[in-house]
Structures are given as C-alpha cells and as structure tokens.
C-alpha cells in the first residue's frame, strides 16, 4: 500500500466521522477542520499520536507569537506569522480527529488540548501587547485593549468548556435535551471566537491605525459573545 492511499484511505474514514458543524464558525468548520483531517491523516501514516499533534500546535504557535514580537512590523513578517497561527489551528483539530481515527483518544489527551488551547488564548494577546510595547509609540493605556481582549476570551473559553464537561457529569436522567443553540442557526455570530479570524488580524499590523481598528472591533464583539454565552450557559445550568 503506497503513502499516498494510505492518506486517502485516512481521509475517507475521518469524513465519515466528523463533528457536527451546528454553531461552529466559518473559518473553523470550513477551513481549519479540512486542514486538520489532512494533518491527521498524514500523522496517522507517519505514526504520531494525537498528544504528538497537540505539541506540535503549541510549538507552531509558540513560534508564531515569538516572530510576531521579534521582528519589525512588516507584511511579509505578518504572513509568516499568520500561517504559523493557522498551523497550529489547524494542528488543533487534528489531535483530537487523529485520536478518533486511531482510537486512541483519552481523557488525558483531552485535558492537554484544553490546557494548550488556554495558553493559546492568553499567549496571541500577550504577543500583541509586547509587540505594541516593543515596535510603536503608542501610550502604554493602549495595553488595556489586548488586556481585556485576553481576559474576555479565557472567561467565555472557561465557561464554554466548563458548561460542556457539567453537562459530561451529570446523570443522564437528570439532563433535558439541549435546545438547538441560536449560533447554530448564524454561525456568524461566532466570528470573533474563531481563532482563524482573530489570527488573520495580524495581517493588519504594518498598518498601525487599521490594525488597532480590526482588533477592537473583534474585542468588543467578543465582549457581545461572551455576555451571551454567559446568559445562555447559566440558563441551561439552571434548568438541569
């Protein structure tokens, strides 16, 4: 069996077993899932595990943000840093479909990719915050925006992964049916939690002005997101 059959053979089984796509943003379920199942499939013909994969979306990541503070704002330095982003991304979702493909999913591997998918989060907002530190002159109040941008997205990412692993633990009996969530309906409304969008920002960086621009406006949707996330995990908590 040649390398290349066995890819697609990989690529077949994990069509067949993909997530639902209800509520997920474009970029992710268009895009970054795609990526994801080739990365898996490759990594599966290569023998990787899935915790291979979730260290190498750290690394790539890792990597992305250090080039971003490292080098002067330029745009090819913002297209390198961007597809190390969206490596990582995608590299993201290919642990946990490697995982499904190779049965060797666990609980353990779950909890990495929540840890690393953390650390992500907080990391991208501390790289914009040195960056404007190291390569603008812009007051230091400017740190307020990747400040709070940082803090809303790790509170709407704690209470998304937390509702979901009460939901895990409780009885079964005891757990009424999820009603159809409204993001289901206009993914859309999910944009600024999208990873692959927020990553895209950087592309704006030569351009001081627009870039502060496109990065609020994400902040402060974010903030919108997370408000109605909150509203609408706390009234499914309180129904269980």
């Known amino acids: 069996m040649t390398f290349t059959t066995d890819v697609r053979s990989a690529w077949d089984d994990l069509s067949g077993s993909q997530k639902s796509g209800a509520g997920v943003p474009w970029y992710m379920r268009v895009v970054n899932r795609r990526l994801g199942r080739v990365l898996a499939a490759v990594g599966a013909r290569l023998g990787l595990v899935p915790d291979a994969m979730t260290a190498l979306s750290a690394l790539a990541f890792v990597a992305g943000a250090a080039l971003f503070v490292a080098l002067p704002p330029s745009f090819a330095a913002a297209v390198v840093v961007v597809l190390l982003l969206q490596l990582g991304f995608a590299l993201d979702s290919a642990d946990g479909q490697l995982a499904r493909l190779t049965g060797r999913g666990s609980v353990a591997g779950e909890w990495l990719d929540h840890v690393v998918d ?123």
């Open 118 to 240: 953390a650390g992500r989060l907080l990391l991208f907002h501390l790289a914009v915050g040195a960056a404007i530190v190291r390569h603008t002159e812009l007051s230091l109040a400017w740190l307020l925006l990747p400040a709070v941008f940082g803090w809303l997205a790790s509170v709407r990412f704690f209470a998304q992964i937390l509702a979901e692993q009460l939901h895990r633990a409780a009885p079964a009996q005891e757990v009424p049916a999820a009603p159809e969530p409204v993001t289901s309906r206009s993914p859309w409304i999910q944009l600024p939690a999208d990873a692959g969008i927020v990553n895209a920002v950087l592309l704006l960086w030569p351009w001081t002005t627009m870039f502060l621009l496109g990065y609020g406006a994400l902040a402060a949707a974010t903030a919108l997101l997370t408000v109605a996330t909150f509203v609408r995990k706390r009234r499914a908590l309180r129904a269980w």
